[in-house]
């Protein structure tokens, strides 16, 4: 799912993470390999946000790859595993 900014923002209230913004050199493989999303990079690895099937705009938070070292400089990518954290979007404007 790609954020507009006001979700961008809301997301960061309820997650420790910082945005990949969209000309790091990464994110052409990423759209390739999963889509064009909005991508987050926490302690824990590589994040994004897929829509939920709600009554109320909403994102899961999916992990998509982990950090393969101490230092944080190597991803190790796996299944797309959800966290169980969702972000309401709910009283937003899109």
Sequence with gaps: ??????QVKR???E????????DHPAVN???ELYGNHT?????GGLKVLEETESD???GEVFSLADWSDATFSSLLA???TSTGVVIAFN????
């Design 1 to 6: 799912m790609k954020l507009n900014a006001a």
């Design 11 to 13: 997301t960061l209230t």
């Design 15 to 22: 997650m420790d993470a910082q945005v990949l913004p969209d």
């Design 29 to 31: 493989q990423l759209v």
């Design 39 to 43: 991508y987050f990079l926490d302690r």
């Design 56 to 58: 109320m705009p909403a």
């Design 78 to 80: 796996h299944k797309p």
């Design 91 to 94: 009283q937003m404007k899109h």
